[in-house]
T-cell receptor
Framework: GQNIDQPTEMTATEGAIVQINCTYQ??????LFWYQQHAGEAPTFLSY??LDGLEEKGRFSSFLSRSKGYSYLLLKELQMKDSASYLC??????????WGAGTKLIIKP | ETGVTQTPRHLVMGMTNKKSLKCEQH?????MYWYKQSAKKPLELMFV???????ENNSVPSRFSPECPNSSHLFLHLHTLQPEDSALYLC??????????????FGSGTQLSVL
């Protein structure tokens, strides 16, 4: 079956670095997405990886290893506004998005 | 502001009520989606419309009835719902669902409570 695993909740300190992991098993692969969702708000697109390696976008970076079925989202210089849920999703060979349950990130001062 | 607007933001309804959720996108996209988001569960795709034609219906119970009158508007008609249908209902749009890098633009959702 198709499956995405990510931690349910993580806690980090303001100013620090946190890495949110995601492992996926999908029928075929057409890319890996990360979305951010603040409580009561719309999920918003953060990143897309289809090739192995690290994509950096300001304080956020996303990594993909296709051979390992693994991705991570790296957040640097954490700010209180980064407290949110982070959703990992893999696109399969039929272009369907398979979603993880999300990781709730709590930032403490 | 994502360009996708959903109303109402909150809805409480009894099991015998009929209500409708509305979604409007101002992005000129061709595809629109309904998702169900329950606490601590993955997003569940319910329906997909591409150029106003329904292309996906993921075994959703008939008490949920979608309607897409044009590429900018999407409705979800609700009737005789069950308490387990209580969830956040998200609408999304995209330009072309057949492209791998295609990203979704979501609305803020309707938080539905069925009593």
């Amino acid at each position: 079956g198709q499956n995405i695993d990510q931690p349910t909740e993580m806690t980090a300190t303001e100013g620090a670095i946190v890495q949110i992991n995601c492992t996926y098993q999908t029928s075929g692969f057409n890319g890996l997405f990360w979305y951010q969702q603040h409580a009561g708000e719309a999920p918003t697109f953060l990143s897309y990886n289809v090739l192995d390696g690290l994509e950096e976008k300001g304080r956020f970076s996303s990594f993909l290893s296709r051979s390992k079925g693994y991705s991570y989202l790296l957040l640097k210089e954490l700010q209180m506004k980064d407290s949110a849920s982070y959703l990992c999703a893999s696109r399969d060979s039929n272009y369907q998005l398979i979603w993880g349950a999300g990781t709730k990130l709590i930032i403490k001062p | 502001e994502t360009g996708v607007t959903q109303t109402p933001r909150h809805l409480v309804m009894g099991m015998t009520n009929k209500k409708s959720l509305k979604c409007e996108q101002h992005l000129g996209h061709n595809a629109m989606y309904w998702y169900k988001q329950s606490a601590k569960k993955p997003l569940e795709l319910m329906f997909v419309y591409n150029f106003k034609e329904q292309t996906e219906n993921n075994s959703v119970p008939s008490r949920f009835s979608p309607e897409c009158p044009n590429s900018s508007h999407l409705f979800l008609h609700l009737h005789t719902l069950q308490p387990e249908d209580s969830a956040l209902y998200l609408c999304a749009s995209s330009q072309d669902p057949g492209v791998g890098s295609e990203k979704l633009f979501f609305g803020s959702g309707t938080q539905l409570s069925v009593l």
